[in-house]
């Protein structure tokens, strides 16, 4: 194979993943079974419909018919993740991590006022306010007055130009 030819195999790939990249809202309910979305639809339109206390029922009705089956998808596809990595590669490391949906960046943090702090926007609040209250000068540098236990003589500019012209003078 010549460099043309890998770089036009490597161009359309390119360019086939970037068309497949363009559904990334549709491959977020790639899990979802065809029965779970037509409820999904089925109770959005009920809730954009007029309001009443038979419509509320069946919203409560349908909601309850979507948790289930949502968790049923749920356990369906990570049964089918398991399964695919024990097949191919005999382990199932592999598949708890792709299982993973979050990962945790700090678990907790204490605020000055002793709250715990779970949430990113709160942790990063806190961090910033620590980080302030740290390089914030508030404290003025108290200056140090020495007591002249020896007087220092002032040194003249012609006395500097001396020494710079003679250095082994002592």
Do not use: C, F
């Not at 089956?69 to 993740?81: A, H, L, P, Y």
């Not at 404290?139 to 002249?148: C, G, N, R, T």
Request: charged share 30%; hydrophobic share 30%; proline share 1%.
């Amino acid at each position: 194979m010549e460099v043309q030819e890998k770089y036009n195999w490597l161009e359309g790939t390119i360019k086939a993943a970037i068309k497949q990249g363009n559904n990334s809202k549709d491959q977020s309910n790639q899990w979802m079974t065809t029965k779970t979305i037509n409820l999904l639809n089925q109770r959005a339109d009920l809730i954009n419909g007029k309001n009443t206390n038979e419509s509320r029922k069946q919203i409560a009705k349908l909601s309850k018919h979507i948790k289930e089956s949502i968790r049923k998808d749920r356990i369906q596809k990570r049964m089918g993740t398991i399964e695919r990595h024990i097949v191919q590669t005999g382990g199932i490391k592999k598949a708890y991590k792709e299982l993973t949906n979050k990962k945790d960046w700090i678990v907790q943090m204490k605020g000055n006022d002793s709250l715990k702090e779970n949430r990113r926007l709160g942790i990063l609040g806190i961090a910033t306010s620590y980080y302030k209250k740290l390089y914030e000068n508030t404290m003025a540098e108290k200056e140090i007055e020495l007591q002249e236990t020896s007087s220092v003589p002032n040194i003249i500019q012609e006395e500097i130009e001396l020494a710079i012209k003679n250095p082994k003078r002592q």
